[in-house]
Each structure stands twice: as C-alpha cells, then as structure tokens.
C-alpha cells in the first residue's frame, strides 16, 4: 500500500514536471526567439509573486486525426487563479509551444472552468492569447469548444471586467473572443488579429498584404479601433494589465477600491484660468487640464491612436476612480465623427456596468458635416453615444471648457439627458450653432445685399458671439449649476462626486433597451 502511494507521489512529479516543460526545449527557444515569452512566464509577470494555483495542469484531449494521437499535458493552455495587488483574478495563457496553442475540447473546457469560476466568485477574467485557432485535428468539436467560451463571455459581460491580450496569431474565430470582452491589449510586431488570414485574402481578392499590415498592432490601433491597448513588448503588457485592473471594481456589485496618491483635493491650478486661447480658432491640448485635474496627473487612456478627436480614459479624483470622457480640440477640433461616438459610447457603457462614475469635459464644435460621415452611418453612431450616457446611472458630472453647440451639446451629457451636475468655465459657449453659422442664417439676406458682406459677416458674428455664445442664458435657466473658475475645478469635481457617492437612479424593467448599434 505505501509503495503504490509512493509510485503515485512520483508519477506525480513525473507528470507535472513533463506538463511544465511546455512544448519541449527546442519548442521554447523558437518561441522566445520570435520575441515572445511562454505561458507561464507571461503568468509570472502578471501575477503577484507566487500567488499563482494552477487547476488542470493534468488534463489532456482525447487524441487527434491525421496520426498525430499524442496528448499533451495541460493541453496547449495554462489555467488557474492568482492575485494582482492582493486581488483575485482568474487567468488563461495559450501555450503556443504545445500544438500551436490550438483550441479544441479540452483546451476549451479549461477555459470555460476558470470563466465559471470569476463569474461565480466575482473576480475579473484575464485571457492570454496565443494561438493557431481551432485545433484543426478536432474537426468540429473544436468550433463547439470556441462557442462555449463565446456564449461566457457574454453572459460574464457587465458581470466581471474581462481582458484579453494577443501576444501571437489570433484568427477566424478566435478573434470573436476578445472582440466581446471589456479591453484589448496587443503586442507590437509579435501578434495579429484578422477573420481571414493574408493567403484567404489572396484567393479571394488577389490582394496581397502581410499579416502585420493587415492585422497587426498598429492597424487595429489606429484604424479598425479593435484593439485598446498596444504596447511594445510582453513584459510591458502584463505590467500594463496590472495598472489596469489596479483602477477596476472586481465585479458589478462593488465599486472600485479606493487609492490615496496623496494629491490634495483643493489643489488649485491658476494656470487652467489660460488654457482657452483668446482666439476661438486656436486649439489647445485637453490633455493638460486632464494632467491637472487627475490625482498625481495618472491617466489611463483608452484607445489613445484611435478617433483621436476623443479621449476616453480612467483616472482617479479624490482618491476614486473616475471615466473620462473628453472632447480633444488639438485634433479636429474636437469634432463628434463616427468613430469617436463608437469610442465614447463603448467606454461610457463600460464605466456604468462597474459603477465608475462619469466625467466629460466638453469642448466640441459639433458633429462632422459632410456626405463621408452621413454616409458612414454618423446618425446612428451619434445616437450610440447619446443612448449610453442616458443609459448610464452612474455620478455624472459635466464641465463644459468652451464650444458646445446643437446636437453636441446635448450629446455630450447635458443636463437634458440625466447629468447629475454641469459646470461651465466663463469662457463657455453654449447655443444651437457656433457664432459665424447662426449669423450666416439669422443675417442671410442682409449679409448677401450688403456693400461688404464679408465685414456684415464678422460684424454679425461678433454680436452673436457676445449675446448667445457663453455660459451665463444657460446658467441663467439652471442648466448649468455653476459657472466655476477653471483653477478650482478639480476641487469642484471632487465635491461633486463625494455627494453624489448615495446616488440612486431607477430604470423602467424591461429585457433590455435596444441601443442603435
Ligand atoms: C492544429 C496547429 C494549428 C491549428 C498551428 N498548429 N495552428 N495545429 N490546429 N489550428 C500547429 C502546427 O501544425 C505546428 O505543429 C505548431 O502548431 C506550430 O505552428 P507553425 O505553423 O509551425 O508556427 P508558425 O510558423 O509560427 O505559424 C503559426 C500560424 C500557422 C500562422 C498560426 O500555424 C497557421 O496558419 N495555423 C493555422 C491557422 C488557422 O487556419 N486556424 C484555424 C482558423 S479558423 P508542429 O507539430 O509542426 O509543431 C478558426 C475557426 C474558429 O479558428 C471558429 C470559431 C467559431
């Protein structure tokens, strides 16, 4: 009897040692030499320090077709729990040395054991991806296996915050995955996402293209805005990952926790009372009232090379985590497009599902006239983001810094459409169209049959500018609750959401509302 336990004490050690070996040595080396660390290192870099438990290390698949029958230890994914900052989370890291981190049965269903757990105890899901995709060997259990993991991330959306990384090839199927969860990381050079590859692409279209110029970091960052988050190497991802996860509630029913950066609340800053140019043509960073207000002037944003006229991002105030949203006039002056309302409304929604509260700072000119973006469906994506604030029940605060005009206006979480608390600057301007515009069409006529229409036209947008184009008629009509000094704004904020910290808002039951997506 105690020779059998013995035997079986070291077959144990025989099987988890063979299981930590990966792919094998030579299977490493190439891993490493593409640049890329392997599942476990990346596990180590992500976690605290041995905080690490690892479930079905032993598991295997059943064997596969095309003679190739051999089953590997923890079949081509390392899954477990561990801590982050002290915090629970649950994680799965593809091992791509193993089967080319194929997914099929077996693959799926550990993935799926540590989904059902994060959602059960309430702890975020982190998944590293690196894969050849459905393990073609499995035939068609291997796209059920995708479809398992598929139907949790749904049900786990709004429930835990989940994150994806790709740090190797992600296809077909595969990308459907991380294109539902909260926030995408990528690595530069080493990892692509695409449905269908470069050879597809080839006989279908006859193009050819390269898997980095047709999915790699840069393209999902900058154009497709599939991606959130690109950092140049593994080992700055996972240290990003952790920054991440240090501003996020662990699930829908707590807030996030509380981090003192020992910055003062009533900080002031004089020299916000000159960030607004004189000329309302001059354009200005949003970024450095964003530095100014933050605490410690930490902000993370999101999907920062992509619709860059909007910032989206998470930041603390007073010691909380916040959402910002923010009108960037360095880049299009601003302007509401397509792209950006997707952006915000995404973000928007995400800060409401973890009870983040929200803060947009507005300075927006409207939305981008033109046949590209009415064509490209700007009536439905402006409607996105305008659905999501009003969807949103968290603290809302809104400062507008200087144009809010028309649809914009209301857009960007008026007080007409549920914002708990609108400050203006005095250099605010708020009205239906900016002044040249408004005075083009109230003055049309005596414009056209003028001596000099263009000195009518400045005369006129002058005047305009003077009686509608500032904060006080709207102050004036309580819509706007203060006009503030934009050196206290920060202290303003904080007050804000520290009263608004019991806020309680109700929704009609219903299934669900039917956002314009
Ligand atoms: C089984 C796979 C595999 C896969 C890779 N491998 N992908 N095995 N199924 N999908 C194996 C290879 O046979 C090889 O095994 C090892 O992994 C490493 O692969 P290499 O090709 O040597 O590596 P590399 O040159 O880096 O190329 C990586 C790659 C390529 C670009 C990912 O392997 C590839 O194109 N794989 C197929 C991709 C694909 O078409 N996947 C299916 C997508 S469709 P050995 O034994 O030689 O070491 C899909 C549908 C999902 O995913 C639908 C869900 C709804």
């Known amino acids: 009897m105690d020779w059998l336990r013995?035997?079986?004490?070291?077959?144990?050690?025989?099987?988890?040692?063979?299981?930590?070996?990966?792919?094998?040595?030579?299977?490493?080396?190439?891993?490493?030499?593409?640049?890329?660390?392997?599942?476990?290192?990346?596990?180590?870099?992500?976690?605290?320090?041995?905080?690490?438990?690892?479930?079905?290390?032993?598991?295997?698949?059943?064997?596969?077709?095309?003679?190739?029958?051999?089953?590997?230890?923890?079949?081509?994914?390392?899954?477990?729990?561990?801590?982050?900052?002290?915090?629970?989370?649950?994680?799965?890291?593809?091992?791509?040395?193993?089967?080319?981190?194929?997914?099929?049965?077996?693959?799926s269903q550990k993935i799926c054991k540590v989904m059902d757990h994060a959602v059960r105890v309430g702890s975020p899901i982190i998944g590293l991806n690196d894969s050849g995709g459905a393990r073609i060997q499995e035939g068609v259990d291997a796209l059920a296996a995708y479809g398992e993991i598929f139907n949790r991330n749904v049900m786990a959306s709004g429930v835990v915050p989940q994150i994806s990384c790709i740090m190797g090839p992600c296809a077909g199927g595969a990308v459907y995955s991380p294109a539902i969860t909260d926030f995408t990381f990528m690595v530069e050079n080493s990892a692509y996402m695409f449905v269908t590859g470069p050879n597809v692409v080839k006989t279908v279209t006859h193009q050819d293209i390269s898997s980095e110029d047709l999915g790699g970091a840069q393209v999902h960052s900058e154009k497709s805005g599939v991606v959130h988050?690109?950092?140049?190497?593994?080992?700055?991802?996972?240290?990003?990952?952790?920054?991440?996860?240090?501003?996020?509630?662990?699930?829908?029913?707590?807030?996030?926790?509380?981090?003192?950066?020992?910055?003062?609340?009533?900080?002031?800053?004089?020299?916000?009372?000159y960030l607004i140019p004189p000329n309302p043509k001059d354009s200005y960073d949003m970024r450095v009232l964003i530095n100014s207000i933050l605490d410690g002037a930490e902000f993370m944003e999101i999907q920062a090379s992509f619709a860059r006229n909007i910032i989206c991002g998470l930041g603390r105030l007073g010691g909380q985590t916040i959402g910002l949203v923010a009108n960037q006039p360095a880049v299009l002056a601003g302007v509401l497009d397509c792209n950006a309302s997707t952006k915000a409304a995404r973000f928007v929604r995400f800060c409401n599902s973890f009870n983040i509260p929200l803060i947009c700072l507005v300075d927006v000119p409207g939305f981008m006239p033109g046949p590209e973006q009415e064509h490209g469906g700007i009536i439905r994506h402006g409607a996105k983001l305008l659905y999501a604030f009003i969807e949103a029940t968290v603290p809302r605060i809104t400062v507008i810094l200087r144009k809010a005009y028309g649809g914009a206006y209301l857009v960007m979480n008026a007080k007409h459409i549920g914002c708990d608390i609108n400050y203006a600057w005095p250099t605010a301007e708020i009205a239906v169209l900016g002044p040249k515009g408004a005075a083009e069409v109230i003055y049309g006529k005596e414009i056209r049959s003028a001596p000099d229409p263009e000195t009518l036209l400045s005369q006129k947008t002058e005047e305009y500018r003077k009686t509608y184009a500032n904060p006080f008629l709207a102050a004036q009509r309580g819509y706007i609750d203060d006009v503030i000094f934009p050196r206290y704004t920060r202290r303003r904020l904080i007050r804000g959401l520290q009263f608004l910290e019991g806020k309680k808002a109700d929704r009609p039951d219903r299934k669900h509302g039917n956002i314009p997506l």
């Not at 032993?58 to 900052?85: C, M, N, P, Q, W």
């Not at 988050?229 to 807030?255: A, G, T, W």
């Open 6 to 107: 013995y035997d079986n004490m070291s077959t144990l050690e025989v099987m988890r040692e063979e299981a930590l070996q990966g792919g094998g040595e030579d299977a490493v080396e190439i891993q490493h030499g593409k640049g890329k660390l392997t599942a476990r290192e990346r596990i180590d870099l992500l976690l605290d320090e041995g905080s690490f438990e690892e479930f079905d290390i032993l598991k295997t698949g059943r064997g596969g077709a095309f003679g190739k029958e051999r089953r590997y230890a923890s079949d081509g994914v390392v899954t477990g729990h561990g801590t982050i900052d002290g915090r629970e989370v649950f994680i799965f890291s593809q091992d791509f040395t193993i089967i080319g981190g194929s997914l099929g049965e077996a693959h």
């Open 229 to 273: 988050f690109v950092f140049h190497n593994d080992i700055i991802c996972m240290r990003e990952i952790r920054r991440l996860i240090s501003y996020l509630p662990s699930n829908n029913k707590q807030k996030a926790p509380l981090l003192d950066l020992k910055d003062p609340d009533d900080r002031t800053d004089p020299a916000l009372d």
